[in-house]
Each structure stands twice: as C-alpha cells, then as structure tokens.
T-cell receptor, first 115, second 111 residues
Framework: EAEVAQSPRYKITEKSQAVAFWCDPI?????LYWYRQILGQGPELLVQ????????DSQLPKDRFSAERLKGVDSTLKIQPAELGDSAMYLC?????????????FGEGSRLTVL | RKEVEQDPGPFNVPEGATVAFNCTYS??????FFWYRQDCRKEPKLLMS???SGNEDGRFTAQLNRASQYISLLIRDSKLSDSATYLC????????????FGKGTRLSVIA
C-alpha cells in the first residue's frame, strides 16, 4: 500500500537552531498538508498545497516557519529559529479527492523536541 | 469558541460495553464530517464519514444533527483493540479546504 513518507522520524535540537522536515506524498496526490500536533491535542493545520501552490498558510507562523513544494511533489517544512514551544509532532498528509472526501493519508510524522 | 469541540475523556470501559462520543462544531455552514482514529504514537487514520441520515459500519454508528451542530460516534460491543483516540473532524467550507480536527477523545477498553 502506498504511503506518505516523512523524515526524520525524530529530531532533537536546541532552541535557536534550524530544523527541516521532508515529506513525500502518495504518488499522484495533488493536495499536501502539513499539520502540527501537540501532545494531547488534535492536529492543527500549518499549510496546505495544491500542486506547487499554497492554498492556505494562514496558521503558519511565517516569522520562523516556511514551507515549499517546488515541483508539486515532495515538500519541505523549515523552522528557523526553533523555540521551546515548537516541540510537537509534525504530520504530513496528502489527498487526491480533496477535503470533501475526508480521506487524508498521513505519514508517521516527525517528532520534534526543542531543548 | 473552538471550531470543533470534544470531550477529551478518557473513557475507561469494560470489554463488551457500548460507548458514545460527542462532538460539536461552531460553523453552521460546515459541509462534511468525519471520525478519525489515532492509536498511541501513530498517525490519524480515517475511521468513517458521517452522513446526514446516519451511517453504520459494523459495530460503529455515526450520526449528524445539523440543527444542533452535533456529531456522535457509537461503538457497540467494545473490543480491547478499540482503545485509541477518536478525533472528530469537520470540513468547515465547501471544496478543497483544510479539515479541522477536534482535540480527540481517548478511549481505553479494559479486559
């Protein structure tokens, strides 16, 4: 079964450092999402791409976060500088049918710990 | 008011019990509704969609009340393997807009 690939699975960094996460969606999925999930909370959207274009980045803290999907396939999420409050699971998801179908396929996530 | 609100639980129930989770959403224009399941330290996965007429999938029944802006999930004959967090999910607009997730309700089924 096709999967959403994410790396790294785990990242420990000190505050003020830069971190980057990578996501490769299911082949053919035009829509890609980055969500952040803090322990005990539900996933919260950071950014949504349709192909290479940003559809929604209203919740992305743009002073320190950036995301790109240059060729409309894989995507990178960057944080610079990292802060203690950024410790969370960063989940990438992709879909083919759009949000109305409700089926987002998530990767296993990248767990970030900022010390 | 949060867009999607759920009772966080935890719900601790014995095997074989029936358990119900509730969820409310704030945007009356919301178009579509879903329940996701998330196992501990795993990614969320779609459990089922929620239709206006109510729908059933084996031991799971989902219901939607648009007038009250309320969604429910009923699990009958609980199994140990049902232990997970159940996330209420709403598409607040039509079209390809991001899904909004609730905080989740944690269920522990005990032998």
């Amino acid at each position: 079964e096709a999967e959403v690939a994410q790396s790294p699975r785990y990242k420990i960094t000190e505050k003020s450092q830069a971190v980057a996460f990578w996501c490769d969606p299911i082949s053919g999925h035009a829509t890609l999402y980055w969500y952040r999930q803090i322990l005990g909370q539900g996933p919260e959207l950071l950014v949504q791409f349709q192909d290479e274009s940003v559809v929604d980045d209203s919740q992305l803290p743009k002073d320190r976060f950036s995301a790109e999907r240059l060729k409309g396939v894989d995507s990178t999420l960057k944080i610079q500088p990292a802060e203690l409050g950024d410790s969370a699971m960063y989940l990438c998801a992709s879909s083919n049918g759009g949000a109305n179908t409700g089926e987002l396929f998530f990767g296993e996530g990248s767990r970030l710990t900022v010390l | 008011r949060k867009e999607v609100e759920q009772d966080p639980g935890p719900f601790n129930v014995p095997e074989g019990a029936t358990v119900a989770f509730n969820c409310t959403y704030s945007n009356s224009a919301s178009q579509s509704f879903f329940w996701y399941r998330q196992d501990c330290r795993k990614e969320p996965k779609l459990l089922m969609s929620v239709y206006s007429s109510g729908n059933e999938d084996g031991r799971f029944t989902a219901q939607l009340n648009r007038a009250s802006q309320y969604i429910s999930l009923l699990i009958r004959d609980s199994k140990l393997s049902d232990s997970a967090t159940y996330l209420c999910v709403v598409n607040p607009h039509s079209g390809n807009t991001p899904l909004v997730f609730g905080k989740g309700t944690r269920l522990s089924v005990i032998a």
